[in-house]
């Protein structure tokens, strides 16, 4: 079947940051969706929609799993994010191969367009499908005229020539101003068909030039598409899987989100279709799965859902003065949700957030000119202004944390595993425990897999396949962490540069530093960075080494950074003289094992399932060059990817469970996070600044606490010389102090991937406030400590659109030196008198963060490279 070569698409702008994917340009001052995240897997939003075949189905009878039920974990409120499909009654799966699509599996898809013939199902011709390609996934191919249903004989040629075999391909039309889901009637240029009638009105195959790939086009192709070709069962019929929803920005074939004014002037988002097509054994006329999901036979089973989407035009008021954030990534979902509400009353204002280095941000937030608002989590470092005192407010505004996400489907040993074992083969790794030190393995380059084939890798031991030394390919391979998880892991072949390291931003920030820091709190993990092997002789890449004697470069390197150092110089040699035919170009570490845009690109990533592995050397390029590998799609999956726990729950990946001082592992949950605030303690340079000290005793004694909780903070010097952005900010710190820690999806509302701040953090956060807008402290009799802990949705002073008075003064800080106590007293009036009482989510928190008055910390050099910025918007 002739296929025409459009070319390979690139998806790195797509994954820029997942506030950055949802900007759209159109007919406002400024416009950006606000993403809400998606909840996990076991935690349904209320949107939650269960499809059976038995109700759902276009057509129940005959259909491959007449049990099945299908579970959709969100419909509505969606942006640019992961949802989860889970399912029960289907038939244990057999994965795909080159001929093959697999058996007793489903296909998911996205839509735009609703069947006119079939009213409450999505049109097949307007689906992203076909994209991943092979067996059972195409749009088109060839088949038997006696096998060809009556509803695809419209977008059949039947041929009676044994040379020129009958053809089917479903058109695909892509959303358009019209409406039109008819290929006949939608615009030219929005439509993709290999068929046409002839002069007698009969269906025939478009030929030489007009005949065009339905699968890799310039509306989507392989590196683009978000379909899921192969979602397989296990024993008992059930199972799950993340899907990344597009918008606008990410498929303009789909047009999902765009911004639809309604009758009466409301801005709703374009709705969309999600589809689930089971596939059993066979297709019709044969006995196994070869053939297209969107081919009658397959497609009448399929059930759908409605995705509803928020407008991608979240509106501000025209003519709204935009106001600048500067700082960690960790706040950015938060923000984005709160934004719409920010814009509504007298100091409502649009705000653009600048991702990157906090240390930057609050060492400008701490001069007296008017600067943008920091967000950070460590406190400024006084060297930077001539060690005079600090002059900056913190306001506690949001508890969140580091997380690092995986994507590992399983590939038995074929001789170790047992049956059991193997009959989950292509299923996902659902479990994964890590110790400091196997994060710093995969931090260093350590693993022989985490360099480039072809290089001198003799430094870490490893000398030739026959002669590997004592490093693992990867870390499913290490004693270490086979020891720690499940025996399942032991059983499996997975190898592969992606799951030899873990995937890191460029750029320097807060998080860098803290996951560097949560590894030298380990002493195995010092000894070993310092040159020690481990108990099985693994050693660390030397490049990365503390101790100068081992270092490479004669010095060791420096720890804790607030980046993430490809610190090897490794090179692949250039062997394109000495191999004209076969060679390639030269490979650096960099160009093995990239970075992600940012921490949530690198969820973004987890959830595609894409390591970012270096593809071919194309020598016919001008000038020659590597390719990018095409994802890996359900079944085949390992990445492993540092990111933060919004931008985890947002994209729905799986998150591992890190070891905390108390020896439990433990994942970023919300409970995990509000164990680990209740455990934080002032932190040695600014008292008013927590963090989650690895050698404290409360920390060793918090047995649920998550290791990488982080606090962030606003921070701002009060004496700047802007009073009116000084009262914008202040409403921002109030509203994210009241109403924003009331956790959901909905605009507004606490996204999921944070926890609610503690009641005494909220009380610092509206005493913050005040002195920010009034320019200053003054003397107020300090509360008492304890309590209990949680967040607030009401008060005196919180909300945007009427704003109380400013809370009595209280005691000086700008320019004033810290007091020194181990154990700070909390200043400004009491939380009772500032915060209502506790929601149903509020977490309980001990005596420790009662007692701890909070901050805001900056931390890190500058960025290495270009922050990015996500433009938040108003609503209309």
């Given at each position: 079947m002739p296929r025409s070569e459009w070319g390979r698409a690139t998806i790195a702008g797509l994954a820029v940051g997942f506030l950055v994917a949802s900007l759209v340009g159109a007919g406002s001052a400024v416009l950006a969706a606000d993403p809400a995240a998606a909840a996990t897997g076991d935690e349904l939003t209320s949107s939650a929609v269960t499809l059976t075949n038995r109700d759902d189905a276009l057509e129940p009878d005959d259909a491959p799993f007449p049990d099945l039920e299908v579970t959709i974990s969100q419909t509505k409120d969606l942006v640019s994010q992961g949802i989860q499909v889970s399912w029960t009654g289907g038939t244990q799966s057999e994965r795909p191969s080159s001929t093959v699509g697999g058996t007793n599996f489903l296909q998911i898809a996205q839509?735009?367009?609703?069947?006119?013939?079939?009213?409450?199902?999505?049109?097949?011709?307007?689906?992203?499908?076909?994209?991943?390609?092979?067996?059972?996934?195409?749009r088109d191919g060839t088949t038997e005229a006696d096998d060809v249903a009556d509803e695809d004989l419209p977008y059949t040629h039947v041929s009676s020539s044994f040379f020129a075999p009958t053809y089917t391909g479903i058109p695909f039309v892509a959303v358009n101003s019209a409406g039109a889901v008819d290929e006949k009637t939608a615009p030219a240029d929005r439509v993709l068909n290999n068929l046409t009638t002839d002069a007698a009105g009969k269906t025939v195959q478009k030929t030489g030039a007009d005949f065009v790939d339905l699968n890799t086009n310039q509306f989507f192709t392989a590196y683009t598409t978000n379909e899921v070709k192969w979602a397989g069962a296990g024993a008992d019929g059930s199972g799950s899987v993340p899907f990344e929803v597009q918008t606008n920005m990410q498929s303009t074939a789909l047009g999902c989100g765009s911004p639809v004014t309604q009758t009466g002037g409301s801005v709703v988002g374009q709705s969309c279709w999600l589809v689930i097509i089971p596939r059993g054994q066979g297709d019709s006329g044969s006995s196994e799965i070869t053939r297209s999901g969107l081919w009658w036979d397959a497609w009448e089973h399929h059930v759908a859902v409605k995705l509803e989407f928020k407008p991608l035009g979240v509106r501000c008021q025209l003519g709204a003065a935009e106001r600048q954030l500067a700082g960690s990534e960790l706040v950015a979902s938060a923000i984005a949700s709160w934004q719409p509400e920010l814009c509504q009353g007298e100091n409502?204002?649009?705000?653009?957030?600048?991702?990157?280095?906090?240390?930057?941000?609050?060492?400008?937030?701490?001069?007296?000119?008017?600067?943008?608002?920091?967000?950070?989590?460590?406190p400024l470092d006084v060297e930077r202004i001539g060690d005079a005192p600090d002059p900056v407010t913190y306001a506690p505004v949001a508890l969140s944390g580091l997380a690092i996400s995986f994507s590992i489907d399983r590939q038995?040993?074929?001789?170790?595993?047992?049956?059991?074992?193997?009959?989950?083969?292509?299923?996902?790794?659902?479990?994964?425990?890590?110790?400091?030190?196997?994060?710093?393995?995969?931090?260093?380059?350590?693993?022989?897999?985490?360099?480039?084939?072809?290089?001198?890798?003799?430094?870490?031991?490893?000398?030739?396949?026959?002669?590997?030394?004592?490093?693992?390919?990867?870390?499913?391979?290490?004693?270490?962490?086979?020891?720690?998880?499940?025996?399942?892991w032991s059983k499996q072949i997975i190898i592969g540069a992606s799951v030899a390291d873990a995937l890191t931003p460029t750029g320097r920030s807060d998080i860098a530093y803290r996951l560097w820091e949560y590894v030298l709190s380990d002493a195995a993990a010092r000894a070993w960075l310092d040159g020690e092997p481990d108990e099985q002789g693994m050693i660390v890449n030397p490049w990365y080494s503390t101790n100068p004697e081992k270092n490479s470069n004669g010095v060791g390197m420096v720890l804790p950074v607030d980046t993430f150092p490809k610190a090897d110089p490794i090179l692949k040699l250039d062997t394109t003289v000495t191999d004209p035919s076969g060679g390639s170009g030269p490979i650096y570490l960099v160009t093995w094992r990239p970075f992600t845009h940012s921490f949530a690109d690198g969820a973004y990533q987890v959830l595609r399932g894409d390591g970012l592995i270096l593809g071919a050397w194309d020598k016919f390029s001008t000038p020659p060059k590597f390719g990018k590998s095409v994802r890996e799609l359900f079944g085949s999956q390992k990445v492993i990817g540092v990111t933060t726990a919004p931008a985890a729950e947002l994209y729905q990946t799986v998150t591992a469970a890190l070891r905390n001082p108390a020896g439990q592992f433990v994942a970023p949950t919300r409970e995990g996070m509000a164990a680990a605030a209740a455990a934080m303690t002032a932190t040695a340079a600014q008292p008013k600044v927590v963090e989650y000290s690895f050698s404290s005793d409360a920390a060793k004694a918090a047995t649920t606490a998550y290791p990488l909780t982080m606090p962030v903070y606003a921070a701002l010097n009060p004496k700047q010389s802007d009073e009116e952005l000084r009262a914008v900010y202040a409403d921002l710190i109030r509203y994210a102090a009241s109403e924003g820690q009331d956790a959901g999806t909905d605009i507004g509302q606490l996204p999921p991937g944070y926890a609610p701040l503690p009641q005494p953090w909220v009380a610092q956060a509206l005493v913050a406030a005040d002195t920010i807008e009034r320019g200053g402290e003054l003397p107020v009799t300090p509360p008492a400590a304890g309590g209990s802990g949680g967040s607030s949705t009401g008060g005196a002073a919180t909300g945007t659109g009427n704003r109380a008075a400013p809370a009595p003064p209280v005691t000086p800080q700008s320019g004033s030196a810290a007091p020194a106590a181990t154990e700070p007293v909390a200043t400004g009036v009491a939380a009772g008198a500032l915060t209502g009482a506790a929601t149903a989510d509020d977490p309980e928190v001990g005596p420790i963060a009662a007692a701890v008055p909070i901050g805001i910390a900056a931390g890190l050099t500058a960025a290495l490279c270009v922050p990015v910025l996500t433009r938040i918007r108003r609503r209309a």
């Open positions: 839509c735009w367009g609703e069947d006119p013939d079939n009213p409450g199902h999505p049109d097949r011709r307007t689906c992203q499908y076909g994209g991943t390609l092979g067996a059972g996934t195409y409502g204002s649009p705000f653009v957030l600048s991702e990157g280095n906090e240390a930057d941000a609050v060492t400008r937030a701490a001069g007296t000119d008017p600067s943008p608002l920091a967000f950070t989590s460590r038995p040993h074929p001789q170790e595993a047992s049956a059991e074992e193997k009959a989950r083969s292509g299923l996902p790794m659902t479990e994964l425990k890590l110790t400091p030190r196997l994060v710093a393995k995969l931090l260093t380059a350590s693993y022989v897999d985490s360099l480039p084939n072809g290089a001198d890798k003799s430094h870490i031991g490893y000398k030739s396949f026959a002669d590997p030394g004592k490093n693992p390919r990867t870390i499913v391979q290490d004693e270490e962490f086979r020891a720690i998880n499940d025996p399942e």
